[in-house]
């Protein structure tokens, strides 16, 4: 893999403000949901059963479940739950005292204590070992900004084995905020998030790293220090070889691309072109990281929370080049769908399923199900208000529908109560499990003061 080191221009920094999962939403019932493509063809005339069994789980600690993002957007504070070769389950939460990770048994019950790994401020990856886990978080860290480092936490049979800092001086970076993706091959991890310089070439200004670790805990080979610049989302899929498949929104050149091996410079296959600003980029993908599906046949999936491209150029007021300017086709975030014929190039263009005007597509987010079919899922805002890259509005529902590898629609759309607030789990048999907060979501103000707590986690499954 190449380095893809670049020289960033003067003036392009940014502040950013306190950032973790975004959720809103897509529209409840056909009246709601509006126009949805033709293209997208039919639904079939089978009706599966979209509706998820939940089981609940008392917390030992209080999970501050909503967070401030830009504009002090309500947000989702991100969960990831992770399934073991055994077919055991691990959630991750945030807490005041650290990062809980939470056991459960293949059914979604809690099957012993958490394991707290003290220090631990966010949740950005976990993959779950028959023996223990591995978190991506962050640590206190000493630097000239005084922000925390990206770190891989492992622990085996409830003690902690490694803790392996990914940022530091000698590499002239840090990470305030992860929204990152942790994966395993079965040899080693790749993590994948958000740097800020501290010193050198990037000095104050904000990109993405990819570091692949061993079984041990060892930095390799692979990777880079530098690549997406700014970089407002994250989709990772660890590969038996080579380099892992890799996705990135980048506000610089303004839109999404395939990253895979060399960074995302200039030349990264385009997947889409957007408007990659404050929120409306930062929340195509909700809490700043996307799902990355991969079929029988190699091909990859993404979904996303689009505004489209009305036009596409580079900015001439940008002496570097590599600057963007695009034009929203839509005021609001639709739906849009991208396949990826191979880990290295990008479609020719993503397939948008909704055209809904005044309705807000939020927390897009797309899973396996079943042998050859897609669970696309998406929350909605009626009645949306859009203003500075962020969108206020009333919660209509949490939307369920079925999809083909060509995008064409598989079943009716089905609203559920079960919201997905946090990274899946994929177990043996094909069920998806995941974690979120029990409450019903309200969107119709900023977040301005504390975040509400819960004690309990409502563990969602939903079988093909």
């Given at each position: 893999?190449?380095?893809?080191?670049?020289t960033?221009?003067?003036?392009?920094?940014?502040v950013?403000m306190?950032?973790?999962?975004?959720?809103?939403?897509?529209?409840a019932?056909?009246?709601?949901?509006?126009?949805?493509y033709?293209?997208a063809g039919?639904?079939?005339?089978?009706a599966?059963?979209?509706?998820p069994?939940t089981?609940t789980?008392?917390?030992p600690a209080?999970?501050?479940?909503?967070?401030?993002?830009y504009?002090n957007t309500?947000?989702?504070?991100?969960?990831?739950t992770?399934v073991?070769p055994?077919?055991?389950?691990?959630?991750?939460w945030?807490a005041?005292?650290?990062?809980?990770?939470?056991?459960?048994t293949?059914?979604?019950?809690?099957s012993?204590a958490?394991t707290?790994v003290?220090?631990?401020?966010?949740?950005?990856?976990?993959?779950?070992?028959?023996?223990?886990?591995?978190?991506l978080?962050?640590?206190?860290?000493t630097?000239k900004?005084?922000?925390?480092?990206?770190?891989?936490v492992?622990?085996?049979g409830?003690?902690q084995?490694?803790?392996?800092k990914?940022?530091g001086?000698?590499?002239?970076?840090?990470?305030?905020?992860?929204?990152?993706?942790?994966?395993?091959?079965?040899?080693?991890?790749?993590?994948?998030?958000?740097v800020?310089?501290?010193?050198?070439?990037?000095?104050?200004h904000?990109?993405?790293k990819?570091?692949?670790?061993?079984?041990k805990?060892a930095g390799?080979?692979g990777?880079?220090?530098w690549?997406?610049?700014?970089?407002?989302?994250?989709?990772?899929?660890?590969?038996?070889?080579?380099?892992?498949t890799?996705?990135c929104?980048?506000d610089?050149?303004?839109g999404l691309?395939?990253?895979t091996?060399?960074g995302a410079p200039?030349n990264?296959p385009?997947?889409?072109?957007?408007q990659?600003?404050?929120g409306?980029?930062?929340g195509?993908y909700?809490?700043?990281?996307?799902?990355l599906?991969?079929?029988?046949?190699?091909?990859?999936a993404?979904?996303f929370?689009s505004?489209?491209?009305?036009?596409?150029?580079k900015?001439?007021d940008?002496?570097s080049?590599?600057g963007?300017t695009?034009?929203?086709?839509?005021s609001t975030h639709?739906?849009?769908?991208a396949?990826?014929k191979?880990?290295?190039?990008g479609?020719?263009k993503?397939?948008?399923?909704?055209?809904?005007k005044?309705?807000e597509h939020?927390?897009?987010r797309?899973?396996?199900?079943?042998?050859?079919?897609l669970?696309l899922s998406?929350e909605?805002?009626k009645d949306?208000?859009?203003?500075?890259?962020?969108c206020?509005g009333t919660f209509?529902?949490t939307?369920f529908r079925?999809?083909?590898?060509?995008?064409?629609?598989q079943?009716?759309?089905?609203?559920v109560g079960?919201r997905i607030t946090?990274d899946?789990a994929?177990?043996?048999d094909?069920t998806?499990?995941?974690?979120?907060?029990?409450?019903t979501?309200?969107?119709?103000t900023?977040?301005?003061?504390?975040?509400?707590?819960?004690?309990?986690?409502?563990i969602?499954?939903?079988?093909p």
């Open positions: 893999m190449t380095s893809a080191r670049r960033p221009t003067s003036g392009h920094r940014r950013r306190a950032r973790r999962p975004l959720v809103a939403g897509v529209a019932t056909a009246a709601l949901v509006g126009v949805w033709a293209t039919a639904a079939t005339t089978t599966p059963n979209l509706t069994t089981t789980v008392s917390l209080k999970f501050p479940y909503l967070s401030a993002g504009n309500r947000e989702w504070t991100r969960t990831a992770a073991a055994n077919g055991t389950l691990r959630v991750a945030p005041a005292d650290g990062v809980h990770v939470t056991p459960l293949a059914a979604g019950k809690r012993g958490d707290i003290k220090g631990a401020e966010e949740v950005g990856g976990l993959v779950a070992h028959n023996d223990g886990f591995a978190l978080t962050r640590v206190a860290d630097n900004w005084k922000e925390t480092a990206a770190a891989i492992r622990y085996t409830g003690k084995t490694f803790r392996t990914l940022t001086t000698a590499t002239n970076d840090t990470s305030p905020t992860l929204d990152g993706r942790l994966t395993w091959n079965g040899s080693k991890y790749g993590a994948y998030f958000v800020h310089g501290a010193g050198g070439f990037a000095d104050g904000f990109g993405d990819l570091s692949y670790v061993s079984a805990g390799l080979s990777g880079w220090s690549g997406c610049s700014h970089n407002e989302g994250i989709a990772l899929h660890a590969e038996k070889t080579g380099a892992f890799s996705l929104f980048d610089w050149r303004s691309f395939v990253s091996g060399i200039d990264a385009v997947v889409q072109r957007e990659c600003w404050a409306y980029c930062g195509t909700p809490s700043r990281t996307g799902d599906v991969k079929s029988s046949t190699g091909r990859y993404t979904a929370a505004r489209g491209a009305a036009s596409a150029r900015n001439p940008d002496s080049g590599r963007w695009v034009t929203p086709k839509t639709q739906v849009a769908v396949f990826l191979n880990r290295n190039s479609p020719g993503a397939i948008h399923l909704s055209n809904t005044g309705t939020v927390n897009v797309l899973a396996p199900y079943g042998k050859d079919r669970l998406w909605s805002l949306a208000k859009c203003k500075d890259g962020t206020t209509t529902g939307h079925l999809i083909d590898w060509n995008g064409r629609f079943s009716a759309t089905k609203v079960a946090g899946l994929v177990q043996k094909g998806l499990t995941w974690a979120s907060v029990p409450v979501p309200s969107y119709t900023a977040l301005t003061g504390a975040s509400p707590i819960t004690r309990t986690l409502q969602a499954r939903l079988k």
